[in-house]
Protein backbone atom coordinates (compact mmCIF):
# COMPACT_ATOMS: atom_id res chain seq x y z
CA UNK A 1 0.00 0.00 0.00
CA UNK A 2 1.39 3.29 -1.01
CA UNK A 3 2.05 6.43 1.15
CA UNK A 4 -0.60 9.18 0.20
CA UNK A 5 1.09 12.60 0.26
CA UNK A 6 -0.96 15.23 0.97
CA UNK A 7 0.24 18.90 -0.34
CA UNK A 8 -1.54 22.22 0.73
CA UNK A 9 -1.99 24.32 -1.98
CA UNK A 10 -1.38 28.07 -0.99
CA UNK A 11 -2.39 30.53 -3.21
CA UNK A 12 -0.43 33.66 -3.83
CA UNK A 13 -3.36 35.97 -3.10
CA UNK A 14 -3.30 34.17 0.23
CA UNK A 15 0.09 34.47 1.06
CA UNK A 16 -0.19 38.27 0.14
CA UNK A 17 -3.03 38.72 2.35
CA UNK A 18 -0.91 36.93 5.58
CA UNK A 19 1.85 39.18 4.76
CA UNK A 20 -0.26 42.03 5.05
CA UNK A 21 -1.71 41.23 8.44
CA UNK A 22 1.61 40.38 9.34
CA UNK A 23 2.92 43.64 9.00
CA UNK A 24 -0.44 45.07 10.32
CA UNK A 25 0.30 43.26 13.21
CA UNK A 26 3.72 44.39 13.74
CA UNK A 27 2.98 47.68 13.32
CA UNK A 28 0.19 47.30 16.11
CA UNK A 29 3.23 46.12 18.81
CA UNK A 30 5.74 48.70 17.44
CA UNK A 31 3.08 51.61 18.23
CA UNK A 32 2.50 49.99 21.62
CA UNK A 33 5.64 49.67 22.52
CA UNK A 34 6.53 53.35 21.73
CA UNK A 35 3.74 54.66 23.35
CA UNK A 36 4.52 52.85 26.24
CA UNK A 37 7.90 54.61 26.27
CA UNK A 38 6.44 57.76 25.98
CA UNK A 39 3.90 56.79 28.48
CA UNK A 40 7.71 56.36 30.70
CA UNK A 41 8.90 59.08 29.97
CA UNK A 42 6.12 61.32 30.54
CA UNK A 43 5.51 60.01 33.93
CA UNK A 44 9.56 59.92 34.60
CA UNK A 45 9.47 63.38 33.56
CA UNK A 46 6.56 64.77 36.52
CA UNK A 47 8.96 63.13 39.23
CA UNK A 48 11.05 65.91 41.05
CA UNK A 49 14.47 65.69 41.10
CA UNK A 50 14.66 64.08 44.23
CA UNK A 51 12.52 61.39 42.92
CA UNK A 52 14.89 60.62 40.37
CA UNK A 53 17.90 60.61 42.66
CA UNK A 54 16.21 58.20 44.74
CA UNK A 55 15.64 55.54 42.10
CA UNK A 56 19.36 56.15 40.66
CA UNK A 57 19.02 58.19 37.49
CA UNK A 58 19.22 62.16 36.63
CA UNK A 59 16.75 63.86 34.68
CA UNK A 60 18.84 63.74 31.18
CA UNK A 61 18.77 59.77 31.96
CA UNK A 62 15.18 59.28 31.88
CA UNK A 63 14.87 58.55 27.96
CA UNK A 64 18.16 56.41 27.91
CA UNK A 65 16.63 54.59 31.06
CA UNK A 66 13.52 54.05 29.55
CA UNK A 67 14.95 52.56 26.58
CA UNK A 68 17.50 50.48 28.18
CA UNK A 69 16.60 50.33 31.47
CA UNK A 70 19.42 51.36 34.67
CA UNK A 71 23.06 50.41 34.05
CA UNK A 72 23.72 47.94 36.92
CA UNK A 73 26.54 48.99 39.41
CA UNK A 74 28.76 46.68 40.22
CA UNK A 75 30.35 45.85 43.39
Given at each position: ??????????S??????????????????????????????H?L???????????????????????????????
Open positions: MAASRSTYFVPRQRLVSRLWQAVREAKQAYVRWYNRRAACYSSLDDRMLRDIGISRSQIEAAVRNGRPSQQA
